[in-house]
Nanobody
Framework: QVQLVESGGGLVQAGGSLRLSCATS????????MGWFRQAPGKEHEFVAA????????NYADSVKGRFTISRDNAKNTVYLQMNSLKPEDTAVYYC??????????????????WGQGTQVTVSS
């Protein structure tokens, strides 16, 4: 099973930017649809973005559309989340997730097979 390790979280002021990375193990990265989710204290996991196996399709939660960009580099087995114009309500632990063996994007938490350990993003006002 693919192993996922996130990095790039931290503390940033409102209006600032961060880029999260998720490095994966294995030689089959391009067979996985990748997603980013987040979880704020006391809340459920929330879908953020997803990208298809070769990057041709992407979708975003309405709350981040126009501010966040998901991308991937299959040669580096890595998926990214560029976050701009950050708001305090973006504060959460961010997780990357992998979904194998299917075509098509989904925002459903239960559809993903593997998860990273998460990275904290804190946006101060």
């Amino acid at each position: 099973q693919v192993q996922l390790v996130e990095s790039g979280g931290g503390l940033v002021q409102a209006g600032g930017s961060l880029r999260l990375s998720c490095a994966t193990s294995g030689r089959t990265f391009s067979s996985y649809t990748m997603g980013w989710f987040r979880q704020a204290p006391g809340k459920e996991h929330e879908f953020v973005a997803a990208i298809s196996r070769f990057g041709g399709s992407r979708n975003y939660a309405d709350s981040v559309k126009g501010r966040f960009t998901i991308s991937r580099d299959n040669a580096k087995n890595t998926v990214y989340l560029q976050m701009n114009s950050l708001k305090p309500e973006d504060t959460a632990v961010y997780y990357c997730a992998a979904r194998g063996g299917v075509v098509g994007l989904t925002s459903a938490y239960s559809a993903y097979d593997a998860w990273g350990q998460g990275t904290q993003v804190t946006v101060s006002s």
